[in-house]
């Protein structure tokens, strides 16, 4: 028989929250985590507002010395892997090291960091820039680290998939215990990129909303005002185990990751072809890799970034997938109050899909007063709706076309 | 300020170790916790403190806060 793979921990830093409860709470309430950019002076950006993290105390998880070394993509994963560890009660010691493993993924890594030491660079030469810049830049360094921190001796990698690479992460985490080279793993993802020079790489492919005098409003999924996402910092990590580790240490399991897809769009490096039919593949590769019957599908945390072509082509791709049952399922995108985490995003949305599956709620789309053309399905607009969900989809697609997507079912014995 | 007393300021600083266990024997990587990496930047913050330049090869020889003092004194020294 196949091995089942659980969730058993959960972390998360991010613009509505700095741990999982906070975070659901904002969620469901409908909070929206967007506000003026305050991490660097944007008055030269065409775009002024982002999702920051709130009152994060690094000092928490990390110590002063260290601190200074690292980036903050490093920081905020050490802050989510912390939360997830105690949150599972995993012990890792000589006794299962080897078996523990550590997949993180980032879109750009220490983006922060190569713009400070680039200064350095140039204002003051070669010579004057921090032994700490290559460490703290290199986006594998957020697994490093946690492997360091916690003694996780087994597979470790970071895929570098854009705006999927937390649900890339998680995916290949999944397999890995699945086919037997890990028993738990650190699975997520986690990004730092509030930044002056991103925030001017994304408004220079004008991807970005400059709806800059309602943050708040700004973020707007599926709505014809919609006018780009919101980036966001911040991220989610999760503990995954074998349901046989699991049950052998007696640990509380939150829902199951049953199934991965992951798909290439081979069309454009950041714009989704017609109808998306990439995501409408990973979907399906996904639901076929536990052979789960799409109308066991109850909710979906969409990709949802408030792109104009995003929205529609991923409603087109859904339909696709799910034909007449796509009118019963909820979809709704949790980036219309987190904002865009690039490689944050799906560490965040796994962990939403997963607390949807446990309490029966579905958070809303907010922002979403007039839909637009083409996106007619469920989205939850504005509030939670109460809703017993079965089996969940979390949708995360990247530039470069990339398509990843994770299943989850509700835990039954 | 002395040079010692500058030096042990720029090592609480850049170590984040107390004044206490800042002797003037005390070696950077035995007990003061760095690694050759900190010790890259703790010389770097030396290097830009005291207008001084120090070769890789140098830095192979600094191994206890006195090394560095008698260092320094010495390339002030023959500086000025």
Known sequence: ?413 | MSIEEKVIEIIVEQLDVTREECVPEASFIEDLGADSLDLVELIMAMEENFGIEISDEELQKIRTIQDAVNYIKKKKGLAG
């Open chain 1, 1 to 413: 028989m196949e091995r089942r793979v659980v969730i058993t921990g959960m972390g998360t830093v991010n613009p509505v929250g700095n741990s999982v409860d906070e975070t659901w709470a904002a969620l469901c309430a409908g909070r929206s985590g967007i506000g003026p950019i305050t991490k660097f002076d944007p008055a030269r950006h065409a775009t002024k507002i982002a999702g920051e993290l709130k009152g994060f105390d690094p000092l928490r998880y990390v110590e002063k010395k260290e601190l200074r070394r690292i980036d903050d993509f490093i920081v905020y994963a050490l802050a989510c892997a912390e939360m997830a560890v105690q949150d599972a009660g995993l012990v890792i010691d000589g006794g299962n090291a080897e078996r523990v493993g550590t997949v993180v993924g980032s879109g750009i890594g220490g983006v922060r960091t190569i713009e400070r030491e680039h200064t350095v660079l140039e204002q003051s030469g070669p010579r004057k820039i921090s032994p700490f810049t290559i460490p703290a830049v290199l986006p594998n360094l957020a697994a490093g680290q946690i492997s360091i921190r916690y003694g996780a001796k087994g597979p470790i990698s970071c895929p570098v998939t854009a705006c999927a690479a937390g649900t890339s992460a998680i995916g290949m985490a999944f397999r890995l215990i699945k086919d037997g080279y890990a028993d738990a793993m650190f699975a997520g993802g986690i990004e730092a990129a509030v930044t002056p020079f991103a925030v001017a790489g994304f408004n220079a492919m004008r991807a970005l909303s400059t709806r800059n005098d309602e943050p708040e409003k700004a973020s707007r999924p599926f709505d014809r005002r919609r006018d780009g996402f919101v980036i966001g910092e911040g991220g989610g990590i999760l503990v995954l185990e074998g349901l046989d580790h699991a049950r052998r240490r007696g640990a509380r399991v939150y829902a199951e990751i049953c199934g991965y897809g992951c798909t290439a769009d081979a069309y454009h490096m950041a714009a989704p072809p017609p109808g998306h039919e990439g995501a409408a593949r990973s979907m399906e590769a996904a639901l076929r890799s536990c052979g789960m019957d799409p109308a066991a599908v109850g909710y979906i945390n969409a990709h949802g970034t408030a792109t104009p072509l995003n929205d529609v082509y991923e409603t087109q791709a859904i339909k696709r997938v799910f034909g007449e049952h796509s009118r019963k399922l909820a979809v709704s995108s949790t980036k219309s109050m987190t904002g865009h985490m690039l490689g944050g995003a799906g560490g965040l949305e796994a962990i939403v899909a997963v607390k949807v599956l446990c309490d029966g709620i579905v958070p809303p789309t907010i922002n979403l007063d007039e839909p637009d053309e083409g996106c007619d399905l469920d989205y939850v607009a504005h509030r939670a709706k109460a809703m017993a969900v079965e089996a969940a989809l979390s949708n995360t697609f990247g530039f470069g076309g990339v398509n990843a997507v994770l299943v989850f079912r509700k835990y039954r014995d």
